[in-house]
């Protein structure tokens, strides 16, 4: 019995003694790490904050460098415990190689997502019109951007198919330009015709006095000339003030007792004889 005793007492000291202290090791470097990284995040954040960087490139930048300092200081707990880490490394980077493979859009359009918060070509609350939605932004994501349209849908476009194609900000600039075109007979008195629109034009609310609106001939058809009625505006007003423009418009056609031509009927076959 005496014999088992020494035996258990020096299994002990010899492996488990160690093992705890290397257990109490790592929990130390742990809590120290921890506190290090939360400090390290603080900073970063204010740093960040100090450069009016957008709120969601900060999460992410704070993530991306907590997430590698967390991964590395996991690593030198594994190293103190006595696990072998080359091989733990080399397994992680050939997961990371096949989730990437995997999420390959997914990858696309978190990319595209740090290219829309650096470059800026829209911020949240701009009317924009790219990847086939046309709306206002209400989030810009890090894998997707959220728009509401005007009849009061929302839809998720995908940073990289919005990054990859033609984005029209209708709300970058403070005013913007709205046209009317408005089809004339042949034989209307276009000169009248353009006075009396550009005097009724420059009161309709919302409307701009410069640039002053214009009106002029835009084409020709075959029915007769077709005039653009252009006026400035508040970006933010645009629908309102070209919706009170065609009104003003259809009241001039109406009190000069103006017909808008009308599409020529379709003339009827002759019969064979």
């Not at 997502?113 to 810009?140: H, K, N, Y």
């Amino acid at each position: 019995m005496e014999a088992l005793i020494d035996q258990l007492k020096s299994l002990a000291l010899t492996e488990a003694l160690p093992f705890i202290l290397k257990a109490v090791g790592a929990l130390v470097l742990w809590f120290a790490g921890r506190t290090v990284i939360v400090g390290f995040q603080r900073v970063l954040n204010l740093a960040l904050q100090k450069r009016q960087l957008d709120a969601t490139l900060i999460r992410y930048i704070e993530s991306l460098f907590v997430g590698s300092l967390t991964i590395l200081l996991l690593l030198a707990i594994l190293g103190m415990m006595g696990v072998e880490t080359t091989s733990f490394a080399a397994l992680l980077a050939a997961a990371g190689i096949a989730i990437g493979t995997a999420w390959s859009g997914l990858l696309s359009n978190f990319a595209a997502g740090v290219f829309l918060l650096v470059l800026r070509p829209f911020r949240v609350g701009d009317e924009i019109s790219a990847g086939g939605a046309t709306g206002i932004v209400q989030e810009i994501g890090l894998f997707a951007t959220t728009v509401d349209t005007g009849d009061n849908l929302r839809i998720s476009v995908g940073n990289g198919r919005l990054f990859g194609d033609n984005i029209i900000n209708f709300t970058h600039h403070p005013n913007r330009k709205v046209t009317i075109k408005v089809p004339l007979l042949h034989g209307v008195d276009v000169a009248m015709m353009i006075r009396a629109l550009e005097e009724r034009v420059a009161v309709v609310p919302g409307v701009q006095e410069q640039p002053a609106p214009n009106v002029e001939v835009v084409e020709f058809t075959a029915a007769g000339p077709v005039l653009g009625v252009g006026a400035f505006c508040k970006s933010t007003q645009a629908g309102a003030t070209q919706a009170a423009i065609s009104q003003a418009v259809a009241e001039i056609l109406l009190a000069s007792r103006y017909g808008v031509p009308q599409p020529a009927a379709p003339q009827p076959l002759a019969k064979a004889s």
